[in-house]
């Protein structure tokens, strides 16, 4: 069993206007909800198929830039404000408990020689237009907690930084795909494939990580901004199904010449990782059904679906945690001699980990999903299975799909 830090995972619950959502919203809820899910099976496996399976990252920020275009036929900056709003909340609940877990354990001023920018990089805390920062190779906590646990809590935390910069160019962005459709939805992915073959470099940290993101996942931000927009459905039925395969096809053959495997799977190869996600997403957004109601298979899970999609940032942000904390508690099994002699394939199995790593996620719902409804402006809930029920203008009370 192996546990990777560089995240894929969440995504942040998006605003939706209140009232009746439109159908389709059910076909790119279940899009979320199978995203969060498969994130948190690769986090804790590692397995380098998985994401060529299900890309959620790029799904993610499809749908995300999807609902932002729809939002954005109101004022912009109520829009931004809106989402970060949204988005900012949770985090600085993780953030809380988080840095104080690591201040109590001796990081501070003095931890990496510049007191002055540790001060200054905490500041990414609050607003994460950069990397927030952690302590590294920190102890665990008495055996249930593992070591280096601040770098496994601080992993999601990019998504959130290049989920904010999306959010904040999403204006001129939309813009440009209005002026210029074609160039602006396959501007990130030449940008990416720059980056990757060395064409452009660029000094530091940071920044390079931030255009590295942008790069990668642009193209399905901007794609889901087009699907809004209706530009897709402008095209011939017959040019995304043909088209987008070979994109996705390009991906998958420049991961198998670049060394994909365990340890080094589209994660590690941004170019792999843009064509890929953004030849699957086309083909996935193509789709697209306007389920009225859910499908009979489906209706068994529209609660669980519901919750995930409720819950998408309190999943996203606490489920390396979760996984951490989890393979650390079934690991001290192996101390029980009884166990280790006679059911050694059940102690080395992934499956049940993941059942407790879920058990754990569905805590830190109970214990920090309520500051999404109030991010939200929603009454608080521990459990929401079904939409929030908001008041109106006119004091009639109606379903918010927010």
């Known amino acids: 069993m192996t546990m990777q830090q560089t995240p894929v995972a969440e995504a942040p619950k998006e605003e939706r206007v209140s009232g009746t959502a439109p159908a389709r919203d059910r076909y790119f809820d279940l899009l979320r909800a199978l995203a969060l899910f498969r994130v948190v099976l690769y986090h804790l496996t590692g397995w380098a198929w998985l994401p060529l399976l299900f890309p959620s990252m790029g799904v993610m920020f499809a749908l995300a830039g999807n609902l932002m275009a729809r939002s954005l036929k109101r004022s912009a900056v109520r829009v ?8 900012l909340p949770p985090l600085w609940l993780l953030g809380v408990v988080g840095v104080t877990g690591m201040v109590l354990q001796g990081w501070g001023p003095d931890a990496d020689g510049h007191p002055g920018w540790w001060w200054l990089h905490l500041a990414f805390w609050i607003v994460p237009l950069s990397d927030p920062p952690y302590a590294e190779g920190l102890p665990g906590l008495h055996g249930f907690v593992g070591e280096n646990w601040a770098a496994e809590l601080a992993g999601p935390l990019w998504y959130v930084r290049a989920y ?32 990757g073959q060395g064409w452009l470099a660029l000094p530091g940290e940071r920044i390079p990580s931030a255009l590295t993101d942008f790069s990668t996942f642009g193209a399905c931000w901007i794609l889901g901004m087009a699907h809004q927009e209706g530009v897709l459905r402008r095209l011939p039925g017959y040019v995304v199904p043909s088209v987008a395969p070979l994109i996705a096809l390009a991906g998958l053959w420049y991961a198998l010449h670049h060394g994909f495997g365990p340890g080094n799977d589209l ?21 697209s059904p306007s389920w009225s109601e859910w499908p009979p298979r489906l209706r068994r899970w529209s609660g669980t679906i519901a919750l995930l999609n409720s819950r998408a940032v309190t999943v996203y942000l606490w489920h390396n945690i979760c996984i951490l904390v989890a393979a650390t508690l079934w690991d001290r099994l192996w101390g029980f001699e009884m166990l280790e002699r006679n059911v050694p394939g059940l102690l080395e199995s992934v499956w049940p980990v993941l059942v407790v790593v879920w058990v754990l996620i569905g805590c830190c719902v109970l214990a920090f999903g309520w500051v999404e409804d ?5 009454r608080p809930r521990w459990w929401p299975t079904d ?16």
């Open 387 to 402: 939409a929030p029920r908001v008041r109106t203008r006119g004091g009639r009370r109606r379903a918010s799909h927010g």
């Open 374 to 378: 109030l991010a939200a402006r929603q």
């Open 267 to 287: 994660d590690s190869m941004p170019p792999a990782q843009a064509l890929w996600s953004f030849g699957t997403v086309s083909l996935l957004l193509h789709v």
């Open 80 to 87: 931004i404000r809106g989402r970060m709003r949204r988005l």
């Open 164 to 195: 904010l910069w999306y959010v904040l160019l999403s204006p001129l962005l939309l813009k440009a795909l209005r002026a210029l459709p074609a160039v602006t939805i396959l501007a990130p992915i030449a940008l990416a494939v720059a980056f």
